[in-house]
C-alpha cells in the first residue's frame, strides 16, 4: 500500500520522466562519432541538475493549468517524434535538455512555478548556448594570447623561443597554435565546472563569485598554454608519437583534468575549507 500511495506522488513521476528524457538523450549522444566532450558534459549536467531537483524535490510547487499543461505536453511530444528520426545535429542534442525542462516544468507547475527550476534552466542554457560562447571566444582572438603565453613559459624555462604571431619557432622545430589548440574547450569547461560550482554551492558575495569565475578560466588558459609549450618541446626534439598522444590522444583530457583539479582545489581553500557553507535551499 505504502509503494502504491509512493507511486501516485507527483515528484516520483516528475523526477521519472526527467530521468527517462536524461536517458533519451545521452543515447542519442552516444551514437554520434567523437561525440565524447558533448556526453561527458551533458552526464555532468544531467546528474548536477538530478542532484538540485532531488534535494528540494520537498518543496516543488506541483500546481499547472490547462494551457500550461497543453503546451508542455506538446512540446515533449514534438521532442518524441523529432528524436524518433535519431536527429545528428550537435546544435538540436544541446538544447534539448533545456527545452525538455521547459516542457515538463510546464505540465507540472505552469507558467508560474517554473521559476523554482531557475538553477536547472542555467545549467541546461549553458549547454544550448555552447555555439554562442564559443563563437564570443572565438572573437578574442585566443590562438595569439595562447602562443604568447606558451612562449612566455618557454622563455622563463630556458628554451630558446621566438614567437612569430601563432608560431613558435625553436631552435629545431615550430608549431603552429591554430583555434583546436587555443584552449577555447577547456576555457568553455571551465566556465561550466564554475557556474554548477556556485550554484550547488552559493556564494553571497558577489566579489568572490566574480573570483570564482575569473580564476576558472585563468587556470584554463595557462594549463592549456603549459600544454602547447609541451607540444613545443615535443616538436623541438621531433617526438612525434608522443606530440600526438598531447595534441590529440588522451594527453589532451589529462590537461582538462588538471585544470578541473587544480579549480577543486582553489575552492576548497578559499571557500569551502571555512565557513561552512549554507546548502542550497528549494526553489
Known amino acids: 500500500m505504502d509503494l502504491l500511495k509512493r507511486l501516485q ?42 542532484s538540485l531537483l532531488w534535494e528540494k524535490r520537498h518543496t516543488l510547487t506541483f500546481d499547472s493549468g490547462f494551457v500550461p499543461s497543453l503546451l508542455g505536453a506538446s512540446l515533449l511530444g514534438l521532442i518524441l517524434l523529432r528524436c524518433a528520426a535519431l536527429p545528428d545535429s550537435t546544435s538540436m542534442l544541446r538544447a534539448l535538455p533545456f527545452v525538455s525542462l521547459l516542457s515538463i516544468g510546464l505540465l507540472a507547475s505552469g507558467f508560474a512555478g517554473l521559476l523554482q527550476y531557475w538553477r536547472e534552466f542555467i545549467i ?13 571566444l572565438q572573437s ?7 602562443a604568447k603565453a606558451a ?12 614567437q612569430d604571431g601563432v608560431f613558435l619557432n625553436l631552435q629545431t622545430g ?6 583546436a589548440c587555443s ?16 550554484l550547488m554551492f552559493p ?31 615535443l616538436v623541438a626534439f621531433s617526438n612525434k608519437g608522443a606530440f600526438e598522444y598531447w595534441h590529440s590522444g588522451n594527453g589532451s583530457v589529462i590537461f ?9 582545489l582553489f575552492c576548497w581553500l578559499a571557500f569551502l575549507r571555512t565557513p561552512p557553507q549554507t546548502p542550497v535551499a528549494g526553489g
Open 9 to 50: 506522488e507527483p515528484d516520483l513521476w516528475l523526477l521519472g520522466i526527467a530521468a527517462a528524457f536524461a536517458a533519451l538523450h545521452l543515447a542519442l549522444l552516444n551514437r554520434l562519432d567523437e561525440s565524447e566532450e558533448i556526453f561527458a558534459t551533458s552526464l555532468l549536467f544531467w546528474i548536477a541538475a538530478g
Open 124 to 136: 541546461f542554457g549553458l549547454l544550448a548556448l555552447h555555439r554562442v560562447l564559443e563563437v564570443f
Open 140 to 146: 578574442i582572438d585566443l590562438p595569439l594570447l595562447t
Open 151 to 162: 612562449m612566455f613559459m618557454l622563455w622563463y624555462s630556458g628554451f630558446q623561443v621566438q
Open 174 to 179: 615550430r608549431v603552429e597554435v591554430y583555434g
Open 183 to 198: 584552449g577555447i574547450n577547456t576555457l568553455l569547461l571551465m566556465v561550466n565546472i564554475a557556474v554548477l560550482f556556485l
Open 203 to 233: 556564494l553571497y558575495s558577489d566579489v568572490k563569485k566574480l573570483l570564482c569565475l575569473v580564476v576558472a578560466v585563468l587556470i584554463g588558459f595557462w594549463v592549456n598554454s603549459a600544454r602547447v609549450a609541451l607540444m613545443a618541446i
Open 256 to 264: 582538462s583534468m588538471i585544470s578541473v583539479g587544480l579549480f577543486g
